[in-house]
């Protein structure tokens, strides 16, 4: 088992930033990739950004060049720094980890909302 537990989140103001923080702990050499992903009320939870183990990272178009994505193995952290955010951000954001080939499992922190005030 995996758990992962998300903090930052909070409220500012569009162009405003924030750096959302995700501690893993439990079997953490099961995980492969891990990743934010967000979800906006009544809509769909959506990825934002995922890094694989070895560190290739991807961005969905709305949060390229704003929002950076990073993991410290040492510490079992991911992190996701989030430049000029924009009212559009505002959503809960979990962090997930997954285990890749062959069970492809994924593991989901509690959330952390982020709002951003136009």
């Known amino acids: 088992q995996v758990q992962l537990v998300e903090s930052g989140g909070g409220l500012v103001q569009a162009g405003g930033s924030l750096r959302l923080s995700c501690a893993a702990s439990?079997?953490?050499?099961?995980?492969?990739?891990m990743g934010w992903y967000r979800q906006a009320p009544g809509k769909q939870r959506e990825m934002v950004a995922t890094?694989?183990?070895?560190?290739?990272?991807n961005y969905a178009d709305s949060v390229k060049d704003r929002f950076t994505i990073s993991r410290d193995k040492a510490k079992n952290a991911l992190y996701l720094q989030m430049n000029n955010l924009k009212p559009e951000d505002t959503a809960v954001y979990y962090c997930n980890g997954n285990t890749g080939w062959p069970y492809n499992h994924n593991y989901w922190g509690q959330g952390t909302q982020v709002t951003v005030s136009s």
């Open positions: 439990g079997s953490i050499l099961s995980i492969d990739t």
């Open positions: 890094i694989t183990s070895r560190g290739s990272t």
